[in-house]
């Protein structure tokens, strides 16, 4: 298994940017699609983007789409997600999370057993 820790989260105004990071330690990453979810506070959790062991990366979020992008570093064992023209609507908690093999497609929850804690956005209008 993989365990998960996130970081980049804070404070942002609207239209701009951040990227946070989900580090990754335990089992050799490759084998793992790793993605990227948020909560916000009343709200259903929502599948976000996913990349898988070999580079190739899924769309789960019609809305985020040519805003937020994830990417891998396996060398690194890092996962990013970058975060731009944010708007207020993108405050959450944000949660990277990992299963074996390819990211599912289309999106299954079942896929993701290892879990970080989360980090926290939060956008100003």
């Known amino acids: 298994q993989l365990q998960l820790v996130e970081s980049g989260g804070g404070l942002v105004q609207s239209g701009g940017s951040l990227r946070l990071s989900c580090s990754a330690s335990g089992d050799a990453m490759g084998f793992y699609g790793i993605g990227w979810f948020r909560q916000a506070p009343g709200k259903e959790r929502e599948a976000i983007l996913c990349?898988?062991?070999?580079?190739?990366?899924?769309d789960y979020l019609d809305s985020v789409k040519g805003r937020l992008t994830i990417s891998r570093d396996s060398a690194k064992r890092m996962v990013y997600l970058q975060m731009n023209s944010l708007e207020p609507d993108d405050t959450a908690v944000y949660y990277c999370?990992?299963?074996?093999?390819?990211?599912?497609?289309?999106?299954?929850?079942?896929?993701?057993?290892?879990w970080g804690r989360g980090t926290q956005v939060t956008v100003s209008s």
């Open positions: 990349v898988s062991g070999n580079g190739f990366s899924h």
């Open positions: 999370a990992a299963g074996l093999g390819l990211c599912p497609v289309p999106y299954s929850a079942q896929h993701f057993t290892s």
